[in-house]
């Protein structure tokens, strides 16, 4: 499965419900591309989890207004609001464990 870019025009609209993954990243990333992988697996075996990629270098706007500093950056929403941010290369298990603690 691939995932769906956002951009300025639908970065509100979509992370505006449920549990909201947003990977910040670059094309140029090797850890980005790493990770990529692992968000689609995530995806695709949890289906209550949006889970989005915002290219950085098309969209510095929106990595301004989250504080995108180093990438990959994930940050958590849920119903449109931040709740938390991870920084680096995770694997599936961190990522998940975010994700539990704002499930609730």
């Known amino acids: ?20 993954v947003v990977d910040f990243y670059a094309d140029w990333c090797g850890p980005c591309k790493r990770l ?3 968000l689609e697996q995530i995806a695709d ?4 989890i949006n889970v989005f990629k915002v290219n950085v270098d098309d969209c510095n706007d929106i ?4 504080g995108v ?11 449109g609001e931040q709740v938390s941010t991870l920084t680096g290369l995770c694997d599936q298990n961190k ?3 975010e994700v539990d603690k704002i499930r609730i």
Do not use: H, W
């Not at 499965?1 to 979509?14: A, G, H, T, V, Y």
């Not at 990595?63 to 989250?66: D, E, G, L, R």
């Open 95 to 97: 990522i998940l464990t």
């Open 69 to 79: 500093r180093s990438i990959p950056y994930l940050v958590f929403f849920k119903d």
């Open 45 to 48: 075996s949890n289906k209550d």
């Open 1 to 20: 499965m691939s995932l769906e870019n956002l951009n300025s025009d639908n970065f509100n609209e979509k992370i505006r419900s449920g549990v909201t």
């Open 36 to 38: 990529t992988p692992v």
């Open 63 to 66: 990595a301004s207004q989250y």
